[in-house]
Structure formats: structure tokens, C-alpha cells
Nanobody, 119 residues
Framework: QVPLVESGGGLDQPGGSLRLSCTAS????????MAWFRQAPGKGREFVAR????????DYTSSVKGRFTISRDNFKNAVYLQMNNLNPEDTAVYYC????????????WGQGTQVTVSS
């Protein structure tokens, strides 16, 4: 299994911005599509955004389109999630993971990073 380390979460007001980071200790990081997921209190984990291995394509769940941007730096083994115009419904623990061919999570989950949006 690959250790995943998420960071960058915190408390922000509605309309604010946060940038999440995820690093993976893996020499072949650049071979994997990567994704962000989130789990809100009392709910299951849901897909948020995906980026292909070379970064040439992305897609998002409808609720974050136009507000969130996923990106990656393969030299740093890192994937990022820029979150703008946050709203309380974005409150969740955010996780990153690689995706297999079926677009399901490939590795064990990391500890995640908590994002709380509240006035």
C-alpha cells in the first residue's frame, strides 16, 4: 500500500478559499489517475474530482464544478485541490487516492484533512 498524506484543510467562512495537498510516496506516481473524495458527517464517502496521470483531463462532481480545480505536480508526487467560493455543504473530511481502471479507489485511505465551512 502507498502512504497518502493529505493537508491544507481548516476552517473557513462561506465564500472563502482553501487549497488542499496530497502527497504519495511512490516512484511511479505519474502513472496513476488521481482523485479527491470527501466524507461529510453522517454520510458516505463521495467522489469530488479526478485528474488523469499526465494532467491533461479532469472531471468533477456537479456540485463543485466551476468552484474547485484539481491539479498535480508529478515531480513532487503531489495532487492539489483548489477550492473557491466554499459553502457549508463542502464541510467534510477530504481524501485523495489513485484510481484503477474502473475508476474506483486503488490504495488504502490516508488520514484525510478536515474542511469546515461555517460563518
Amino acid at each position: 500500500q502507498v502512504p497518502l498524506v493529505e493537508s491544507g484543510g481548516g476552517l473557513d467562512q462561506p465564500g472563502g478559499s482553501l487549497r488542499l495537498s496530497c502527497t504519495a510516496s511512490l516512484l511511479t506516481f505519474n502513472l496513476y489517475d488521481m482523485a479527491w473524495f470527501r466524507q461529510a458527517p453522517g454520510k458516505g464517502r463521495e467522489f469530488v474530482a479526478r485528474i488523469t496521470s499526465n494532467g491533461d483531463s479532469t472531471d468533477y462532481t456537479s456540485s463543485v464544478k466551476g468552484r474547485f480545480t484539481i491539479s498535480r505536480d508529478n515531480f513532487k508526487n503531489a495532487v492539489y485541490l483548489q477550492m473557491n467560493n466554499l459553502n457549508p455543504e463542502d464541510t467534510a473530511v477530504y481524501y485523495c487516492n489513485a484510481l484503477n481502471a474502473a475508476r474506483t479507489p486503488l490504495w488504502s485511505w490516508g488520514q484525510g484533512t478536515q474542511v469546515t465551512v461555517s460563518s
